[in-house]
Each structure stands twice: as structure tokens, then as C-alpha cells.
């Protein structure tokens, strides 16, 4: 039996990454393998189960886990860079994991030494963490009303959560909840656990495949251990908002280079609109050179910029000073600013390229617009630029949030 075949709770070994050239390697290599039948996968809605399995295998799921618990401790630089290259093979299989790597920084900044040793181990064991963060219905995007009820030595949850990317591939749920004092917190929640629902009901027209659905906590039991201080995060300096807005800069830059490398082999191929002769040519068009090098030097930038943004989310990482966390935050909101416009640019530019042969379902380029404008919705990027101005106009520092 191969490793994509295998379902999702056989024991296999899973691979520990030693460094970041490693996981560099380790990435591009399944970013060919995933990349195969990725537009098959979007166009069918077949979740990604065997891909997933062997993506988690791989060892880089645990890449982020610090080196004093086992793992490589990989640099942000490189942590968004496997992000991107995934996400340039498959928008939605790079999003997947974004809420794992986001749930493993609170446990790194805010998690008791024991609970890091546990969950960490976890991780490197080839377990995969899912999210159940964001709500319908609430009075704003950080309202929740999920609760978390003590039960003797430990807690019931209660509540309906949605955009729960990765829960339904999921061995724990990272999920947020309204303690008895008002405070939240953040369950680690064992996806067997009774009385918890994982619902594929996600329907979005782009990242078809995330499986971004609903999770129902029906009375269901979490033991103290398993609870990490989740608002204290936000309370102080810390990296937890910058690190997940990064990984979606990065998914945004991968799922642009996507379109523009899609939109090349187009435009090169075609010897009619509408044949593939698989012979590039030159092209000499003024127009359709004009805009392949806007698009260029727009991505090569926003790839600059995710560069520049895991080195200053690195630097925030090694003293979370008040300056340094700022300074990430704004860097990071910069990458992500940019990727958003180069990510739905570069897909729209694929339509005028290729014309209607573009929105033929056997060719699936249709679907890097899509994959980009499903995703760059997560959180305004509007408030990013009026951040960013407000930091280097009035020297004032972003909020602390996850949504900047």
C-alpha cells in the first residue's frame, strides 16, 4: 500500500526535519506530486485526504515545533516559503495546515512547559491540528459565544463554529472559547471527542477543497490539560497575530505565482486559441508583453516582501518587545497587502490572456481567480494600508490582533 492510500488514523512513521533546507527541499518535491491533479481535485470537490496524509507524513507539519521539543524550529522565512510553495501547487492544500502552525504559535507563546511537551510530541508524531475559531451570526469578526463550562477537574464546551479550515482532516481541534470569567481561551479538543460534529458543509466557489465547514461542540468534555490561555496573546507583545496573517500572505503570493505561471505556459503554447501544440514560441505581441512584465515585477515584489516579513517576524520572535512586534505586524501587513492585489491581478490577467478557453472546466484555470478571491476575504485588506499609514504617519502602533 502507498503512503497516499493510506486513510487517516494508520501508524506510520512520520519524517522529522532537521533543518530549514531541508523542509525547503522536502516541499518542492510535493509540490510536483500535488500539483498533478490539482485542478482535478478542484473541479471535482475531492477533498484531499491521501495528499493530506502524505503532506503531514512528510514531517513538515512539524516544522515550526522549536528545536528544545524535538523539531527543526525553522525560521518564519521559511515557514512561509513551504506555505507558498504549497499553495502554488494546490491554493487549498497550502491553506489547509495555516490554523495548525497558527494553534502550535499560541501554544509556543502561551502553553505551559508541559502542554508544549505533549502537544509538540503530537505533532511530530504526524498529528494534525485543525481550527474552530470564527462564528455566523456574531455582533463582529472577534465576537464569540462559544463557552467553556467547568466540570469538576475539567471543562464542557457548547457552541456552533465555522470557516473550521482543517477540522474535518483534523486529530485536534483547536478551538476558542468563552470561559465562566468572561476570558478566552483555547481548547485543544481531540476530534474523536463525544459530543463534537465536524460537518462538510462549506460551499465557497474558490478553495474548494479546505473543507472549511462547520463544527458542532454538543456538551463535549476537554480536560484542564488540554486548555491554553488564548487572549492573554493579544493582551501583551506577542508574534501569534503577525504569524497567522504571514501564512496567508503566503498562500495569496503561492496561488498568484500559480496564475502567472499558468498564463506563461498559456500564452506560449497556444498556436490557436484554443490548441495546446506543447512548443513554446516567442511571443511579440506589445500588449500581452506589457502586461506579463507588470505582473513580473508585481509578484517578484510581493515575493520580496514575504521575505522581508519572516525576517522581521523572526527578529520579533527572538525579543517580542513592543517595537519589534509592531514592526513585524506592519511588515507582514505589507506582504499581505500586496499579495492580495497580485494574487487576484495575476488570476484576472490569466482571463484576459487566454480568453474563454480560460473558463473551459478541463483546463481548471478559472480556478486561481477563484482560489484568490475566496481567500484574500478572510480579513479586509483596506484596514492593512490604513494600519500601515497610521504607523509610519503618526508613529502608532497596529492593534494586536490576528486579523492584522
Known amino acids: 500500500m502507498s503512503l497516499q492510500s493510506l486513510p487517516r488514523d494508520t501508524q506510520v512513521v512520520t519524517a522529522i526535519i532537521k533543518d530549514d533546507a531541508q523542509a525547503l527541499a522536502v516541499a518542492r518535491a510535493l509540490a510536483e506530486s500535488f500539483?498533478?491533479?490539482?485542478?482535478?481535485?478542484?473541479?471535482?470537490?475531492?477533498?484531499?485526504?491521501?495528499?493530506?496524509?502524505?503532506f503531514s507524513r512528510s514531517g513538515l507539519?512539524?516544522?515550526?515545533?522549536?528545536?528544545?521539543?524535538?523539531?527543526?524550529?525553522?525560521s518564519n522565512v521559511t515557514l512561509a516559503e513551504v506555505v507558498r510553495i504549497i499553495s502554488a501547487a494546490d491554493g487549498s492544500l497550502g491553506q489547509i495546515p495555516q490554523n495548525h502552525f497558527y494553534a502550535l504559535e499560541v501554544l509556543?507563546?502561551?502553553?505551559?512547559?508541559?502542554?508544549?511537551k505533549r502537544l509538540?510530541?503530537?505533532?511530530?508524531?504526524?498529528?494534525?491540528?485543525?481550527?474552530?475559531?470564527?462564528?455566523?451570526?456574531?455582533?463582529?469578526?472577534?465576537?464569540?459565544?462559544?463557552?467553556l463550562s467547568r466540570d469538576g477537574d475539567g471543562w464542557r464546551i457548547n457552541g456552533r463554529k465555522f470557516y473550521a479550515t482543517g477540522a474535518i482532516y483534523a486529530q485536534r481541534i483547536p478551538t476558542s472559547v468563552i470561559a465562566?470569567?468572561?476570558?478566552?481561551?483555547?481548547?485543544?479538543?481531540?476530534?474523536?471527542a463525544a459530543g463534537l460534529s465536524v460537518i462538510d458543509d462549506w460551499s465557497g466557489f474558490g478553495q474548494r477543497t479546505t473543507g472549511s465547514g462547520s463544527v458542532v461542540f454538543d456538551n463535549v468534555y476537554v480536560?484542564?490539560?488540554?486548555?491554553?490561555?488564548?487572549?492573554?496573546?493579544?493582551?501583551?507583545?506577542?508574534?501569534?497575530?503577525?504569524?497567522?496573517?504571514?501564512?496567508?500572505?503566503?498562500?495569496?503570493t503561492g496561488i498568484a505565482r500559480a496564475a502567472y505561471e499558468d498564463a506563461l505556459h498559456f500564452v506560449r503554447t497556444r498556436t490557436r486559441p484554443w490548441i495546446d501544440s506543447g512548443i513554446e514560441k516567442a511571443v511579440d505581441d506589445p500588449l500581452t508583453l506589457h502586461s506579463f512584465g507588470k505582473l513580473g515585477i508585481?509578484?517578484?515584489?510581493?515575493?520580496?516582501?514575504?521575505?522581508?516579513?519572516?525576517?522581521?517576524?523572526?527578529?520579533?520572535?527572538?525579543?517580542?518587545?513592543?517595537?519589534?512586534?509592531?514592526?513585524?505586524?506592519?511588515?507582514?501587513?505589507?506582504?499581505r497587502a500586496i499579495s492580495t492585489e497580485i494574487s487576484l491581478a495575476a488570476g484576472s490577467t490569466l482571463f484576459e490572456l487566454a480568453g474563454s478557453q480560460s473558463t473551459l472546466a478541463e483546463h481548471g484555470l478559472d480556478r486561481h481567480?477563484?482560489?484568490?478571491?475566496?481567500?484574500?476575504?478572510?480579513?479586509?485588506?483596506?484596514?492593512?494600508?490604513?494600519?500601515?499609514?497610521?504607523?509610519?504617519?503618526?508613529?502608532?502602533?497596529?492593534?494586536?490582533?490576528g486579523t492584522i
Open 35 to 54: 500539483k498533478q491533479e490539482s485542478a482535478v481535485r478542484d473541479r471535482e470537490r475531492r477533498l484531499p485526504h491521501a495528499e493530506l496524509e502524505q
Open 61 to 74: 507539519w512539524g516544522i515550526s515545533v522549536p528545536k528544545a521539543f524535538g523539531g527543526a524550529g525553522v
Open 108 to 116: 509556543r507563546v502561551n502553553g505551559s512547559p508541559e502542554q508544549q
Open 120 to 147: 509538540y510530541a503530537e505533532v511530530l508524531a504526524g498529528q494534525r491540528f485543525g481550527n474552530a475559531l470564527a462564528e455566523l451570526g456574531t455582533r463582529n469578526a472577534h465576537d464569540r459565544t462559544t463557552r
Open 180 to 192: 465562566d470569567d468572561g476570558v478566552q481561551q483555547l481548547a485543544f479538543v481531540p476530534a474523536n
Open 223 to 252: 480536560s484542564d490539560e488540554d486548555v491554553v490561555p488564548f487572549q492573554t496573546a493579544f493582551e501583551r507583545p506577542t508574534t501569534v497575530g503577525p504569524l497567522a496573517q504571514i501564512l496567508h500572505a503566503a498562500i495569496d
Open 298 to 335: 508585481r509578484l517578484h515584489a510581493a515575493e520580496a516582501l514575504l521575505e522581508r516579513s519572516g525576517e522581521c517576524l523572526d527578529r520579533a520572535q527572538a525579543d517580542s518587545s513592543a517595537q519589534n512586534v509592531a514592526a513585524a505586524s506592519i511588515a507582514v501587513a505589507e506582504a
Open 369 to 401: 481567480w477563484r482560489n484568490a478571491r475566496v481567500h484574500t476575504l478572510h480579513d479586509p485588506v483596506r484596514w492593512k494600508y490604513h494600519a500601515i499609514g497610521n504607523f509610519y504617519l503618526n508613529d502608532v502602533n497596529p492593534p494586536r490582533r
